[in-house]
């Protein structure tokens, strides 16, 4: 057997008791050598993340990051709140890497585990985890905007939206906010990128969370849309968006009219304010960019309807 055969068999064997090591701790609520097996099984991602592309090391490091995420839900199960952050961390370090070596495909596979995971956290109320996915989620989006990778930029701003929308159903507002936020940032980004599609994709999300949280009540989440939307605003008249200044104004006036209906004043005067900033004075072909709106409103479902 020659030398390389050997390191790739002391390297998988490595991989294997990686994965059986943190099983083992997650099982036996063991954070600390929980947390050692996550940051293990990091360092054999990222260094595959580095290698030639091969099928093979591309499967070895799918394999790793599912097998993060699967020790991730037993530490959900389990509330062990400080490890299931350090496999947020972790997954979306492996992401990050990814992205920054355009390994597309193994970027998809961390953030789609993250953004599962995300989810399972936020559904069992672990909210200091949660918030941990939502700023790792939010990272990833805002550096493939950066790197001009669209379709990873549009994944990140789903995973923001879902995560949300759980927050709000399980009452986690210091999620809800922090996604919230970090779903304004990639929007930003997408706008200082001149991604289109994404950036309107992002003013979209946040107008179904905004009207969602006014009709729901959740106070706090409304004025965080609204907040993003003036990020968004500021971004999209420093780049010269039109279209994306007539959407986030026709967002905001939609939230401060529910918010009006259902009393929410602080919501609805906050909304006022923002809605004089954004507002898309002098835009023009309405129509198209109505019908540009919808397109993209249609392809968000289809995204949703698969995850």
Known sequence: ????????????????RGIENGLKAAYARNTKETV???ERLRDFAIRLVYLNVTAEHELDAKALIVSIGDIGKITAEQRMEIASVAACRVLGEIALEAVSQRRDA??????????????ELAARGMDKAAKSAAESLGKFGVVSARMDVENQV???????????????????SETGIISVAFLGEVGAASVENKIDESAMGASILLEEIGIA????????????????FE?????????GM????FQAAWSVETIRVLAVDKDMSAVARIAKHTLESVKAAGAQDEEQI??????IKKFHRKILEKS
Do not use: C, W
């Not at 949280?213 to 993003?228: L, Q």
């Not at 039109?242 to 200044?245: D, E």
């Not at 109505?290 to 397109?295: P, R, Y």
């Open 106 to 119: 193994l970027a998809i596979k961390a953030a789609s585990v993250l953004g599962s995971l995300s989810r």
């Open 242 to 245: 039109k279209s994306l200044l």
């Open 290 to 295: 109505l019908e540009k709106i919808q397109d």
């Open 154 to 172: 549009t994944l990140s701003e789903i995973y923001l939206m879902q995560l949300v929308r759980e927050a709000m159903e399980e009452n986690l």
């Open 213 to 228: 949280a006014v009709r729901e009540n959740h106070e706090p989440e409304a004025k965080a849309v609204i907040n993003a």
């Open 231 to 239: 990020k968004l605003g500021k971004a999209s008249s420093m780049h």
């Open 36 to 38: 050692e097996a996550f």
């Open 1 to 16: 057997m020659s030398s390389g055969n050997q390191r790739e068999n002391q390297r998988d064997l490595e991989e294997v």
